[in-house]
DNA sequence: GCATGATCATGC
DNA sequence: GCATGATCATGC
């Protein structure tokens, strides 16, 4: 097969089957290039387009191969704790033209002409070792009309634009959405577009299929997916409407009713997610399920007292003091986490002395907030950490700190996370004041009042 | 009553 | 034994 000409599909399916087992440095030498002429500006992408395909890379409006329309896209996984795969990053997409996405249906829209089909090639990304080492060792073709999640993807598409249509092409997050999501594209903040119907400049995006279904699909074609349980089961409903439907089924029951239906007698403190795993009929956690995966959606109770009050902040996994300071804002974890989590809170809210379940709030966090009080949190906390200014005085035994505090942000705070005080992380510099080299584990945490606000419509 | 430091309970 | 979600205890 003579490289560099127009392939069909079949061609295309040939190629990309003989890259299996190879890495890009086998690739070169087959094409003998000379290796030390590389360098990976473009991307691993870029060069399996130009070396296994002999193509250059083409003008961005139209798939990669023409007139077959398929798009090709390189894409890494890794293995992860307990040697699960995972993939390394969302698969992005092309950029969005917000002044003309909108224009058009899905299935006209330049989404839909660039990406309706892709060919994958996966190769495993591992540490410490050198791009070209990297093998390629799955391919497969998705064509999103053959897609099981079709509908879902349509769904979020719809989504997307209609932000846009409303100008708000500004307040887009990859939370939005469920599979489909919009990742920011360019080298920081300050790269804007135009949005046709907002003066305000709206952060350059592009669209993308998130981290977490491209996992899932990793799990699914390379291995490890025999026990993950679906939500949707025999039904035509998207996930929305069955979401639905559970909740208009459980709506104003109490924890005590519930409890009684499911014929579960316990004291555990997670009664309250025993009792959603229960209706939505999975035997699994409700957060290990295929969808709620896919769309990294965690699923979470929330407890509203008579007053209104929420008691508790929200906690995320201690931080390793050394890790903070090696990351900086932009590409954080807990900037990617609040950027790509979806929150499914179930409320429970206490009236006349018993919890009653209120129905769900989807939610995630707003761009807003996040670029403005949780960005100023981590800097405070990461300069907190740099500068071994950890404790402020001690009284009673009891040390006080110069993390941020509640009162002192409106989203969320640092506090204490672990077994007991004594349960701690390495401190990259010892603290000024008392010397201390390691430090009593701390987590981010969002504000129980700012949780508060999510919550008025069930006040 | 709330903010903050501290700790519990469960599952793997 | 640890990670994680959830909750407690105390002083202001």
């Not at 896209?73 to 795969?85: A, D, E």
């Not at 906690?315 to 989590?341: A, G, V």
């Not at 966090?365 to 005085?393: A, C």
Request: hydrophobic residues 35%.
């Amino acid at each position: 097969m003579k490289k560099g000409r127009l392939y069909n599909r079949q061609e295309i399916e040939v190629i990309s089957k003989s890259a299996i087992g190879k890495t890009m440095n086998d690739i070169l030498k087959e094409e003998l290039v000379s290796i030390g002429d590389i360098d990976n500006k473009g991307g691993l992408g870029q060069l399996i387009e130009q070396y296994l395909f002999g193509i250059q890379t083409n003008n961005e409006s139209e798939p990669d191969f023409m007139p077959a329309g398929i798009e090709l896209k390189v894409t890494p996984y890794k293995k992860i704790k307990g040697g699960k795969l995972s993939a390394k990053e969302r698969l992005v997409l092309n950029i969005i033209n917000y002044m003309e996405e909108w224009k058009n249906d899905f299935r006209h829209s330049h989404f839909w002409m660039k990406n309706n089909t892709i060919q994958l090639l996966w190769y495993l990304w591992e540490p410490n070792k050198d791009f070209k080492d990297f093998k390629i060792t799955h391919e497969k073709l998705m064509e999103l009309v053959q897609s099981e999640d079709i509908k879902q993807i349509e769904n979020d598409w719809n989504y997307i634009v209609s932000k846009i249509k409303e100008g708000k092409a500004h307040e887009l997050s990859e939370a939005d959405t469920m599979y489909l999501g919009t990742c920011t594209k360019g080298v920081n903040s300050s790269s804007t577009r135009e949005q046709p119907f907002s003066d305000i400049k709206a952060m350059q995006r592009a669209f993308c299929f998130k981290n977490s279904y491209m996992t899932q699909m990793v799990r699914k074609i390379i291995g490890d997916y025999s026990d993950v349980e679906k939500v949707l089961k025999g039904t035509n409903n998207t996930f929305n409407e069955y979401v639905n439907n559970v909740i208009e089924k459980y709506k104003g029951k109490t924890q005590k009713e519930l409890m009684k239906e499911f014929s579960i007698d316990s004291k555990a403190k997670n009664i309250n997610s025993m009792l959603i795993s229960r209706m939505f009929n999975v035997t699994s956690k409700l957060a290990d399920t295929e969808e709620f995966q896919k769309a990294n959606i965690i699923p979470k109770t929330i407890r509203i007292e008579e007053s209104g009050r929420i008691k508790e902040s929200i906690s995320f996994p201690s931080f390793k003091f050394n890790e903070i300071i090696e990351q900086e804002w932009e590409t954080c974890d807990l900037r990617e986490e609040l950027e790509t989590t979806k929150y499914m809170f179930f409320v429970f809210k206490k009236e006349k002395g018993e919890y009653v379940f209120k129905g769900i709030k989807l939610w995630n966090m707003p761009e807003t907030d996040i670029e403005t009080s949780v960005m100023e949190m981590w800097k405070k906390t990461y300069n907190t950490i740099l500068n071994g200014n950890i404790v402020r005085y001690i009284k009673d035994g009891k040390r006080k700190t110069n993390f941020v505090g509640m009162s002192e942000n409106e989203v969320c705070h640092v506090r204490p996370h672990g077994r007991d005080s004594r349960d701690t992380f390495k401190l990259p510099v010892a603290d000024k004041l008392t010397g201390a080299t390691e430090y009593t584990k701390q987590c981010f945490w969002i504000n129980s009042n700012y949780i508060k606000g999510i919550f008025e419509e069930f006040n």
